[in-house]
Protein backbone atom coordinates (compact mmCIF):
# COMPACT_ATOMS: atom_id res chain seq x y z
CA UNK A 1 0.00 0.00 0.00
CA UNK A 2 1.35 3.40 -0.83
CA UNK A 3 0.70 6.03 0.60
CA UNK A 4 1.01 9.98 0.36
CA UNK A 5 1.05 12.82 2.37
CA UNK A 6 0.54 16.73 0.87
CA UNK A 7 1.75 19.84 2.60
CA UNK A 8 1.92 23.19 2.18
CA UNK A 9 -1.37 24.76 1.89
CA UNK A 10 -2.83 27.40 3.96
CA UNK A 11 -4.43 30.57 3.77
CA UNK A 12 -3.22 33.65 1.25
CA UNK A 13 -4.15 36.60 -0.54
CA UNK A 14 -5.10 36.94 -3.95
CA UNK A 15 -1.53 37.26 -6.18
CA UNK A 16 0.48 35.15 -3.52
CA UNK A 17 2.30 32.41 -3.80
CA UNK A 18 2.47 28.29 -2.18
CA UNK A 19 4.12 25.77 -3.18
CA UNK A 20 2.65 21.99 -2.50
CA UNK A 21 4.37 19.32 -2.09
CA UNK A 22 3.42 15.56 -1.38
CA UNK A 23 5.65 12.84 -0.21
CA UNK A 24 5.31 9.12 -1.04
CA UNK A 25 5.75 5.98 0.31
CA UNK A 26 6.13 4.18 -3.08
CA UNK A 27 9.54 1.90 -2.88
CA UNK A 28 9.68 2.82 -7.06
CA UNK A 29 8.49 6.21 -6.72
CA UNK A 30 11.09 6.72 -10.17
CA UNK A 31 9.07 4.63 -11.70
CA UNK A 32 5.38 6.40 -11.43
CA UNK A 33 3.83 9.22 -12.92
CA UNK A 34 2.15 12.07 -10.17
CA UNK A 35 -0.49 14.00 -10.19
CA UNK A 36 -1.93 16.97 -8.53
CA UNK A 37 -5.79 17.26 -8.75
CA UNK A 38 -8.29 19.70 -7.09
CA UNK A 39 -11.44 19.36 -5.82
CA UNK A 40 -14.60 21.94 -4.43
CA UNK A 41 -17.67 20.91 -2.85
CA UNK A 42 -19.94 19.54 -4.71
CA UNK A 43 -18.01 19.65 -8.13
CA UNK A 44 -15.48 16.44 -9.74
CA UNK A 45 -11.97 16.21 -8.70
CA UNK A 46 -10.11 18.15 -11.38
CA UNK A 47 -6.96 17.99 -13.20
CA UNK A 48 -4.10 20.42 -12.20
CA UNK A 49 -0.47 18.97 -13.18
CA UNK A 50 1.48 15.59 -13.78
CA UNK A 51 4.88 14.67 -14.26
CA UNK A 52 6.18 11.73 -15.23
CA UNK A 53 8.46 9.28 -13.38
CA UNK A 54 11.74 10.85 -14.91
CA UNK A 55 10.61 14.30 -14.25
CA UNK A 56 11.25 15.15 -18.38
CA UNK A 57 7.56 15.08 -19.03
CA UNK A 58 5.21 17.72 -17.63
CA UNK A 59 1.53 18.11 -18.07
CA UNK A 60 -0.81 21.03 -16.69
CA UNK A 61 -4.55 22.15 -17.20
CA UNK A 62 -4.70 24.81 -19.61
CA UNK A 63 -6.89 26.88 -16.99
CA UNK A 64 -3.87 27.21 -15.06
CA UNK A 65 -1.28 27.08 -17.28
CA UNK A 66 1.72 29.71 -16.37
CA UNK A 67 0.87 30.33 -13.09
CA UNK A 68 2.01 26.20 -12.18
CA UNK A 69 5.34 24.35 -12.35
CA UNK A 70 5.60 20.75 -11.06
CA UNK A 71 8.62 19.23 -10.21
CA UNK A 72 9.90 16.21 -8.55
CA UNK A 73 13.24 14.91 -6.62
CA UNK A 74 13.22 11.23 -6.71
CA UNK A 75 16.03 10.83 -4.08
CA UNK A 76 13.93 12.11 -1.83
CA UNK A 77 10.22 10.68 -3.39
CA UNK A 78 8.65 14.29 -3.27
CA UNK A 79 6.93 15.99 -5.75
CA UNK A 80 6.12 19.65 -5.15
CA UNK A 81 3.68 22.17 -7.13
CA UNK A 82 4.64 25.66 -7.06
CA UNK A 83 1.62 28.11 -7.80
CA UNK A 84 1.50 31.34 -8.25
CA UNK A 85 -0.16 34.67 -9.04
CA UNK A 86 -3.20 32.49 -6.68
CA UNK A 87 -7.03 33.95 -7.16
CA UNK A 88 -9.73 33.20 -5.53
CA UNK A 89 -11.24 30.31 -7.77
CA UNK A 90 -8.21 28.24 -7.24
CA UNK A 91 -9.53 27.46 -3.32
CA UNK A 92 -9.82 24.16 -3.27
CA UNK A 93 -8.40 21.08 -1.49
CA UNK A 94 -5.95 19.92 -3.32
CA UNK A 95 -4.42 16.13 -3.98
CA UNK A 96 -1.62 14.24 -4.93
CA UNK A 97 -2.37 10.77 -6.81
CA UNK A 98 -0.08 8.22 -7.97
CA UNK A 99 -0.06 5.21 -10.47
CA UNK A 100 -2.71 5.78 -12.92
CA UNK A 101 -4.83 3.42 -14.24
CA UNK A 102 -4.92 5.22 -17.35
CA UNK A 103 -4.98 8.88 -18.90
CA UNK A 104 -3.14 10.65 -16.73
CA UNK A 105 -6.02 13.54 -16.96
CA UNK A 106 -8.79 11.48 -15.22
CA UNK A 107 -8.88 10.91 -11.47
CA UNK A 108 -8.18 7.57 -11.73
CA UNK A 109 -5.34 6.33 -9.86
CA UNK A 110 -4.24 4.12 -7.48
CA UNK A 111 -3.48 5.60 -4.61
CA UNK A 112 -4.30 9.50 -3.54
CA UNK A 113 -3.56 11.76 -0.51
CA UNK A 114 -5.85 13.18 2.35
CA UNK A 115 -5.61 16.36 0.48
CA UNK A 116 -4.00 19.94 1.67
CA UNK A 117 -6.44 22.97 1.76
CA UNK A 118 -6.04 26.24 -0.76
CA UNK A 119 -7.78 29.14 0.45
CA UNK A 120 -7.72 32.22 -1.41
CA UNK A 121 -9.17 35.58 -0.22
CA UNK A 122 -9.51 38.26 -2.80
Known amino acids: QVQLVESGGGLVQAGDSLRLSCVSS????????VAWFRQVPGKEREFVAA????????KYTDSLKGRLSISRDNDKNTVSLQMNSLKPEDTAVYYCAQHPKGSWFSAQYDYWGPGTQVTVSS
Open 26 to 33: ERSFRMYV
Open 51 to 58: ISGSGTIT
